[in-house]
């Protein structure tokens, strides 16, 4: 342990054995104590304190004190740990600390207010916008944290009309603010999949400024739907943005597809730029998937200038966009066979390296599949994976399979498929069945599915089951309609009759010991039993009611109220006794990670200011060699890599307690690594790696530093060989 780490354990120590001292911590003896003791270290103790309570949730201790220190170190403390519980009490000490004079504090009382804005948006708004107004519109500190911004993100998630009104009046004003309140209309547009006229009219005429706002097309680009005169405005405006640079941009490029069919030859120009950012590119290609038969053409013509002369260039960054549009393509038009036929037909590399293999067959599966439209015996389709059951070529069965009825023949071929030993095949299989209600005897394959070892399995049978919950019985019920409002229910003209082993096997799913951070499996598992009426469960999901795991209580809550709890709300609960380990020997300083990948060296910079225990908890995982061998279990062109999975389909972990959100209002720039959730305080070993900008994802995910490198030369699959840890 470095002097650092033993320096922030024994600070910490000392704070813990305050508290269990006492339920409420007696400050005026922790100050005696320490009276002898340099401030700083005084601070620095508090501060530790502050992070404990912040990491147990535990805002009842909290108290005035804190948020009225003369310490501002304190203060900024008090009102991160507030804004990342933000709970009901979290609520009114945000509203005073929002009125403090540090701009620090101010940033983290903001953001905490719109966290907290359910149940609370009008009297958060207000205070928000009252602040605001004695704030003025200039930044008010350098990053990390900058109160206007946090402000501005603030009100977008509580997404009221006057939030939207404000936010539209700083940018129709412009300024200094401006820019944020655009980037913040793009939240709401995110969130709630609409603007006012008002608003987009706003933004277009502030992306069309004789200085223009770089974030102002950022809202189009979360919108599907719009009138005919916005679009033709949109068109016009995106377009001559183009000729922008960075972020103006990214956004005018994603934003092009929004402007309908008539934006897609210039979608194709970008796809097609071999000069353009690969991410670009990718977004082209998505943007040109949106835009029916137009785009469809002009991805099959523009497809054949993708294709590399040989497969040595398969790993470089064009394999991205060229994996883009294969993915944005519905079904082999005649400008596509020649090339579809070619990308199939690729030759792998014989004693070339394992990555290039593996390329080639993923290229060659996606043009059989979409070659083949519904024949599942497509000679190209058998012939694309030269491994026996491989994976490539089972994933590109089951999108051949999903296209049409899943009887006879193509029954036997999806059966397989549900029964593959490789269990990223079996989730694919499972996820098909709600589309196929023609799949005869259902509940013998769910059952068989949460009767699997791999919990993704497990999820995934229950996620099928809570939302399709007549699969469970050999008998349908004659008459089925939803539940509006609520996904996971079905209200039942007949009742249900689950078969007798898909409850055994559910029972038993749900009673079975799991790591600490399968939070994913657990609440799935309480749906599905809630969609069945599985009544025996009851007692078992009524403890997590009460669980420390706010996921874990929003899934259990909804369970009983599905099972006959109507009125109960799962709010309260005790906090964990301890804070998480990691904080007995924090990193305090940047640290490294060097990941030694099939894709070259590609590198991390972690910075423990915002995110402590994550980083912490990331750095102890590479120096344990938790992420040598593991796959890159995620690519999405254009958008995330994503890794940290030794079981490679996204719902592993590394079976350590699930750390606490320790979220921000900073923004996900482009390369910006962000720890991958499965809803609040799920955080576990799993990274994310963001290639271009993504304001949307602002305050939801935890930012926990930068990346470098070609990021965007990785593929899915790609194997991470080891990691080096260095503190910079």
Sequence with gaps: ??????????????????????????????????????????????????????????????????????????????ARALARIADDRSVELLQKLLADEDSGVVAWAAYGLGYACQGHASENVR??????????????????????????????????????????????VGGPRAEVAALALGRIASAQKRLDDASLIALLDAASDDE?????????????????????????VATDSLEASGQRRVFAVRALASAGESAAEALSEILSDKKADASERSDAAHGLGRLGETGQQLLGEKLASLIPEDTSKLSTANFGPLVATLGALKSPLQPTLAALQKIADLELPEGGSDTQRRRGVT?????????????????????CDPEDAGRQGALAMASV????????????????????????????????????????????????????????????????????????????????????????????EEALDPDRSLVDALTAAFEKKRSADDIEVRAELMSAAAAIQLLRLKPKIEPYCKSANPTLRKRAQQALRLLGNKSVTCNEFTPPKDPPPELAHVVATKTRLTFVT??????????????????????????????????????????????????????????????????????????????????????????FVTLATFPHLTGDYPLIGTATGDWAAVAQGDVIQKVRVEEE
């Design 401 to 492: 399979l999903d296209r049409g009825t899943i009887v006879g023949g193509r029954f036997g071929q999806w059966k397989k498929l549900v029964e593959s030993e490789d269990h990223v095949v079996r989730e694919r299989a499972l996820a098909l069945m709600p589309s196929h209600p023609e799949i005869k005897t259902p509940h013998v394959f769910l059952t068989a599915g949460l009767q699997a070892e791999q919990a993704g399995v497990v999820a995934t049978a229950a996620n099928v089951l809570a939302s399709y919950p007549d699969r469970a019985s050999a008998r349908r019920p004659r008459k089925l309609r939803r539940v509006a409002g609520d996904p996971a229910a079905t209200a039942h």
């Design 212 to 236: 223009p706002l770089s974030g102002a097309l950022f809202a189009f680009t979360r919108l599907r739907e719009l009138p005919p005169n916005i679009q033709r405005r949109l068109l016009e």
């Design 598 to 687: 099939d894709s070259g060296e590609l590198s991390m910079l972690l910075d423990p200011e915002l995110a402590p225990v994550a980083v912490t908890r990331t750095v102890d995982l590479a120096r344990d060699g938790f992420y040598d061998g593991v796959v890159i279990h995620r690519v999405v062109p254009g958008f995330v890599v994503q890794l940290g999975d030794r079981l490679g389909d996204g719902y592993g972990g590394a079976g350590k307690e699930p750390m606490a959100c320790e979220t921000s209002p900073v923004e996900f720039d482009r390369l910006t690594v962000g720890v991958a959730l499965g809803g609040r305080d799920t955080g576990s070993s799993q990274l």
């Design 363 to 383: 290229l060659r599966c996606q043009a059989a599949s979409i070659l083949a439209k519904k024949a599942t015996h497509s000679k190209r389709l058998a012939a």
């Design 1 to 78: 342990m470095g002097v650092k780490r033993a320096a922030a354990a024994a600070l910490l120590l000392a704070a813990s054995s305050c508290r269990e001292s006492a339920p409420v911590p007696d400050l005026g003896a922790t100050s005696a104590s320490a009276s002898a003791a340099p401030k700083a270290a005084l601070v620095s103790a508090q501060r530790m304190e502050l992070a404990a309570i912040e990491h147990r949730r535990a805002s009842a201790l909290i108290v005035d004190e804190h948020i009225s220190s003369r310490n501002v170190e304190t203060r900024r403390a008090a």
């Design 127 to 172: 205070a928000l916008v009252v602040r605001a107004a004695s704030l003025g519109p200039k930044p008010t500190a350098k990053k990390p944290v900058d109160a206007n911004r946090a402000i501005a993100f603030a009100l977008a998630r509580c997404g009221t009309r006057e939030a939207e009104r404000t936010l539209r009046s700083w940018v129709s």
